[in-house]
């Protein structure tokens, strides 16, 4: 059905007449339900035009004449110096963009193409071919779409365009009257783009696909915003150009109608061309895998040991789980935490101590449980050094959790002690007295503050914490008398 009525003619035609879009008639009409939009470009270009001729077949008191009008505006010879009637000027205006003169590649003034050829099928085809190319494992995406930020100072002037008319009538219309063009956008592509990757969008979705369209030809539209409201336009770091689409907004929130009007044409110039698409990008959002590990060498840094640009050591934990998981998950990188930490020279037994890992831009992240025991297992398999246990895939808030135990959780310590004496019962006695506390302070603090303890004059120290982990530490013993 046709959205438009006899109300929406004046406006219509006014648009319609200035080289604007079907569609962008419909968002500044208020037309604010999704079916009229998904019709083809071709089916609404020839509704408007019908729309826009009954007009003068209404208006038109005598029929013969208006059929020889009608046949004169699609020969392509209508001229309006000849239309001796006055009610006929209304279509004189939209004779500018009349279909003779190839309203097909007519780029709309105000989208820029955006709501005519990107809508196509066609477009949404290659966006998708894009997506399946990319080799994401995905059941459902989100969608984003980047608009040139001038799309806005065309929409501004083609809104004061309409406002000013309507007004004539005794009519108002607000900007938020006008149907959003990404909301309208939206309206068309996603069940196209739903349809091709046999998948729903999902606002929740971590895939996310993102098209960025750029139309270099105009890029000076927002040039004039600079020069007038100069504090909307601060540079940024990381943006190309401080002409954003919210430095451009907020100019045009604050722009006097009548400034606007002096420096930017109401209505808009046609474009030449359309919109070009800088990128199409997918992006998965980051999944997380926890487990314990149990470390077993003596010679194995936590993470990656290098001072100075020059590894110390060939390997670390992080490494030889992380390597395995970023390979099989075919992510683009990670991040690693630990629960708590232990030195280079000391064993982490028992249980294992907790660790998770965030994949980052994972491409493959569907596994049975079968696969991670698998995954799991090769890990183990791969090196003497460590062993790995309770391999799963966890969500975001299970790390937090993490490391809010890390925080909570209380250790109990027993230290195995060398002498280069042989102890006495007295000794162990003297031992028994030292309330022994354990944190993170080295050898040198136990030697300044019990000067009977020499350097190599103690062992080990066990630790057993709340995650029942057990491991031997010779570096954090601190002890207080
Ligand atoms: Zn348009």
Same mark, same amino acid.
């Given at each position: 059905m046709f959205p438009l009525t006899e109300e929406n003619k004046h406006v219509a035609q006014l648009l319609f007449g200035t080289g604007t879009c079907p569609r962008c008639i419909f968002r500044f009409c208020g037309v604010d339900f999704h079916a009229p939009y998904k019709h083809s470009y071709e089916e609404l270009l020839n509704d408007i035009q019908k729309f826009l001729k009954d007009e003068l077949i209404l208006e038109v008191p005598n029929p013969p004449l208006k059929k020889i009008r009608l046949q004169e505006l699609e020969d392509g010879i209508d001229n309006p110096s000849q239309n001796g009637e006055n009610k006929i000027s209304v279509i004189e205006d939209g004779s500018i963009a009349s279909p003779n003169s190839n309203l097909n590649v007519n780029v709309c003034n105000v989208c820029l193409g955006i709501l005519q050829e990107f809508c196509e099928k066609e477009f949404i085809k290659k966006v998708c071919q894009k997506v399946e190319a990319s080799g994401f494992e995905f059941t459902n995406l989100v969608f984003s779409v980047s608009f040139p930020p001038q799309l806005s100072v065309r929409e501004h002037a083609a809104w004061l365009l309409v406002k000013q008319e309507m007004g004539k009538q005794s009519l108002s219309l607000g900007r938020n009257d006008i149907v959003q063009l990404k909301e309208a956008y939206k309206w068309i592509t996603y069940p196209l783009f739903s349809e091709e990757?046999? *998948?729903?969008?999902?606002?929740?979705?971590?895939?996310?696909?993102? *098209?960025?369209?750029?139309?270099?030809? $105009?890029?000076?539209d927002c040039h004039f915003l600079g020069k007038i409201l100069p504090d909307c336009f601060k540079p940024a770091q990381n943006k190309q150009s401080v002409f954003t689409r919210m430095a451009v907004m907020k100019a045009l929130n604050k722009i006097k109608e009548e400034d606007f009007r002096k420096q930017f044409p109401c209505p808009p110039n046609s474009p030449k061309a359309v919109c070009t698409v800088l990128e199409i990008e997918c992006a998965h959002g980051a999944v997380f895998v926890a487990g314990r590990y149990n470390k077993y060498s003596r010679n194995l840094s936590q993470t990656p040991w290098i001072i100075d640009g020059e590894r110390k050591l060939e390997s670390s934990v992080e490494e030889l789980i992380s390597d395995h998981l970023l390979t099989v998950f075919k992510a683009e990188s990670f991040n690693f935490s630990f629960s708590g930490r232990e030195d280079v020279d000391v064993r982490t037994l028992g249980n294992g /101590?907790?660790?998770?890992?965030?994949? *980052?831009?994972?491409? /493959? %992240?569907?596994? $049975?449980?079968?696969?991670?025991?698998?995954?799991?297992?090769?890990?183990? #398999?791969?090196?003497? #050094?460590?062993? *790995? /246990?309770?391999?799963?895939? %966890?969500? /975001?808030?299970?790390?937090?959790?993490?490391?809010?135990?890390?925080?909570?959780?209380t250790k109990t310590y027993s230290a195995l002690i060398w002498t280069n004496k042989v102890i006495q019962k007295k000794d162990i006695e003297f031992l028994n007295d030292i309330k022994v506390h354990l944190f993170r302070h080295r050898v040198a603090q136990l030697k300044s503050i019990t000067p009977s303890f020499h350097a190599g004059s103690f062992g080990y120290i066990t630790e057993l914490d709340q995650w029942g982990i057990s491991r031997t530490d010779k570096g954090n013993l601190w002890v207080k008398i």
């Open positions: 990757l046999g *998948v729903p969008i999902d606002g929740k979705s971590l895939f996310e696909v993102s *098209v960025v369209f750029a139309h270099p030809e $105009t890029v000076g /101590r907790p660790f998770a890992i965030e994949l *980052v831009n994972p491409h /493959r %992240v569907h596994f $049975t449980s079968q696969e991670i025991k698998e995954l799991q297992q090769k890990i183990n #398999k791969s090196s003497n #050094k460590i062993q *790995v /246990r309770d391999l799963q895939l %966890v969500s /975001r808030e299970a790390i937090g959790h993490m490391k809010e135990g890390e925080e909570e959780k």
